[in-house]
């Protein structure tokens, strides 16, 4: 199975300032279709996980554009460029690549210093 | 807009059996694999099964395999996941997913399973 290893797991920020989350997988996640099944995930205290981000780079709609996602092959980022107290939550990196299983990063809880 | 609803959650005791469902709306729900995913308390995700839009194919963790069933009908909009020999660690959040656009894109309100006798 493919290990998915966060860092830091937990990140305060303060409002205003910029947020990094570090992803790095146990092997490339490049698919045989040259696609990189890489996702983000938010999930707020509560509530159900939200889809930010899909194959690395990707935006879903209605996600602001403070959010942003990078990375090629095992090493992946999500940034938040200026954080909003609406970010606090935690946030999952999860491979689509080498499947079953799909697998998930432990989590980073985001809150405001 | 997409909207799935899982129900069927509750309190149970080791070794037994519940039903989980997921109601589906607003996309051709036959036209798409779904997934369930479980979070227990106050832990991170977990992914648990997923079944192909015809119901073919079915995939599940180890960690659940042998135990559980996923299946689907396609003429109601729903999503089922039948849980036997229920265990302690079972205990979860249990959430739908699907695939309209790529992998986990919506999100039920997830339903709580607790084993517990």
């Known amino acids: 199975d493919v290990v998915m290893t966060q860092s830091p797991l937990s990140l305060p920020v303060a409002l205003g300032q910029p947020a990094s989350i570090s992803c790095r997988s146990s092997?490339?996640?490049?698919?045989?279709?040259?696609?990189?099944?890489l996702n983000w995930f938010q999930q707020r205290p509560g509530q159900s996980p939200r889809r930010l981000i899909y194959k690395v780079s990707n935006r879903d709609s209605g996600v602001p554009d403070r959010f942003s996602g990078s990375g090629s092959g095992t090493d992946f980022t999500l940034k938040i460029s200026r954080v909003e107290a609406e970010d606090v939550g935690v946030y999952y990196c999860?491979?689509?690549?080498?499947?079953?299983?799909?697998?998930f990063g432990q989590g980073t809880q985001v809150e405001i210093k | 807009q997409v909207q799935l609803v899982e129900s069927g959650g509750g309190v149970v005791q080791p070794g037994r059996s519940l039903r989980l469902s997921c109601a589906a709306s607003?996309?051709?729900?036959?036209?798409?694999?779904m997934h369930w995913v479980r979070q227990a308390p106050g832990k991170g995700l977990e992914w648990v099964a997923v079944i192909w839009p015809d119901g073919s194919n079915k995939l599940y963790a180890d960690s659940v395999k042998g135990r559980f069933t996923i299946s689907r009908d396609n003429s109601k909009n729903t999503l089922y996941l039948q849980m036997n020999s229920l265990r302690a660690e079972d205990t979860a959040v249990y959430y739908c997913?699907?695939?309209?656009?790529?992998?986990?894109?919506?999100w039920g309100q997830g339903t709580l399973v607790t084993v517990s006798s």
């Open positions: 607003g996309f051709t729900f036959s036209s798409y694999g």
């Open positions: 092997q490339s996640l490049v698919d045989s279709d040259g696609n990189t099944y």
């Open positions: 997913a699907s695939e309209v656009m790529g992998h986990f894109d919506y």
């Open positions: 999860m491979q689509g690549t080498h499947w079953p299983p799909w697998t």
